[in-house]
């Protein structure tokens, strides 16, 4: 720790940060809200108006969809969200990732955010925080890695992210995979040099040969609560950093450590519902071992057929089948739960990328449609059962389904699992006032994450 005071907490908003998709943003804002700084999500840039309806809040979020989108996609859109990021005037501002780095140089391009939020915000330098201990992430000498069924994986040997569809991992040095992306120099600042002492050495060394992003190691509180000390001790005003919801973990964690915040806030604990509804566009086996566990324990299990997304007649006459068993499935008194596939060998997987081969249709075209048409089954549900509490499963088919439900603010109300809050919903079109949702990324949450969500995040 540095011997000198630490910098006070100013009052208004302490942070402003940009998701690159929907349920990571919602892990930032997790981490965040329950540290005791009230936060807010919006799902899209707001104007100053609905700014001001959460005037009271200490974050600001923005979750987006970048993660699916090109560098000509961020070129058009990033910079005017940063510019609003800008304008709140917060002492730090951050780029969210996804916790398994999820970026490749044509989609998701990390390293093309980075350098269009170097542009605006001029930063000192950027640091970057990915590992989570809280997510089981870990960051050592640069390479990441991650649980899977409580087992620790190199990246790039990850069951999941070695596999991932679209973003296919094969490297785990993270400097070396952002150097794909970006021209700007990456240094590190590793655990060793923070459990010894000699981060700030480290630091400077790595500024004096030139580095602009800086990737900091997180292995366990005590180097979470250094890299927390460096973002806000040493990165200038305004900071602009990039990373997972890690960055404001390492943040909370330091605040705490200095006596900034109090160490065991208050946490609410939301009620149990009697019938929820969920959809799921993941692939994970993470959430097949979720849809396998809830439909072992009466949830009402609807495949969709995604394969029909590519016509669009066929695909509505699709939704409203399926919308109409989600209906049947709560007149039975059960919990639908409509999904498109369970894990990545499930041959639906391969069926949905072959028409959308045969179709000639981008797997973009086609991932809006699933989305969207998932969101339209799920309103249907929710309007049709009168329910008050729902789920949607799948980072990038979270963002689509819940724009059909017309939500454009989130506010976090109790835990479930680390990285999928539950969250109240806002939204002049949302179906019910005070909708409750948990918007769930296809790695996170325990085999029985669904009926927690049921039950208030009590284990079922």
Request: charge should be negative; aromatic fraction near 6%; include cysteine.
């Amino acid at each position: 720790m540095s011997p000198s005071a630490p910098r006070a907490l100013p009052d208004g908003p302490l942070i402003a940060f940009y998701g690159d998709d929907f349920t990571g943003s919602s892990a930032s804002m997790e981490v965040l809200a329950f540290a005791g700084l009230p936060t807010v999500l919006f799902l899209q840039p707001p104007s100053r108006k609905r700014l001001a309806d959460f005037a009271s809040m200490r974050a600001i979020g923005i979750a987006g969809t970048a993660r699916a989108q090109s560098p000509a996609w961020m070129d058009a859109h990033l910079p005017d969200i940063f510019r609003l990021l800008a304008g709140l005037d917060t002492p730090v501002a951050h780029y969210k990732v996804c916790s398994t780095f999820d970026s490749a140089p044509h989609v998701g391009s990390i390293g093309r955010a980075a350098d269009i939020g170097a542009a605006v915000f001029e930063p000192a330098w950027m640091p970057m925080v990915v590992g989570d201990p809280g997510m089981g992430r870990y960051q050592s000498f640069g390479h990441l890695f991650a649980l899977a069924d409580g087992i620790g994986y190199r990246l790039d040997r990850h069951p999941t992210m070695a596999r991932h569809p679209v973003t296919p991992m094969d490297e785990a040095d993270l400097g070396r995979h952002l150097a794909r992306q970006t021209e700007k120099r990456i240094g590190l600042v590793d655990f060793v040099a923070m459990k010894r002492g000699h981060a700030e050495a480290q630091l400077i060394r790595a500024l004096d040969n030139a580095a602009e992003i800086i990737s900091l190691d997180v292995l366990d509180r005590e180097t979470l609560t250094e890299a927390g000390r460096l973002i806000w001790e040493r990165a200038g005003a305004p900071a602009f950093g990039i990373g997972s919801q890690g960055f404001e973990a390492a943040l909370v964690a330091y605040w705490q450590a200095a006596g900034l915040l109090p160490t065991e806030p208050n946490l609410p604990h939301p009620k149990p519902v009697g019938r929820i509804a969920c959809v799921s566009g993941s692939v994970s086996p993470v959430t097949a071992a979720q849809i396998a566990h809830a439909l072992d324990n009466g949830f009402a299990g609807i495949r969709i057929d995604a394969r029909r997304v590519v016509d669009p007649a066929a695909w509505e006459r699709e939704i409203g089948r399926v919308g109409e068993a989600a209906l049947a499935a709560l007149g039975e008194g059960r919990d639908p739960l409509v999904y498109s596939a369970t894990g990545p060998d499930d041959p639906a997987v391969s069926d949905f990328l072959t028409a959308t081969q045969a179709a000639g249709l981008s797997v973009e075209l086609v991932n809006e449609r699933l989305g969207a048409g998932l969101g339209q089954v799920l309103r249907a549900a929710i309007i049709g059962g009168g329910l008050t509490r729902a789920v949607i499963s799948g980072g990038d088919t979270s963002g689509r389904a819940a724009a059909q439900l017309g939500i454009d603010a989130l506010t976090a109300i109790g835990p479930l699992d680390p990285g999928s809050p539950l969250c109240r919903t806002y939204g002049e079109e949302c179906p019910v006032d005070g909708l409750e949702i948990a918007l769930k990324g296809g790695q996170v949450g325990r085999p029985d994450f669904l009926q927690a969500v049921k039950q208030g995040g009590r284990s079922s």
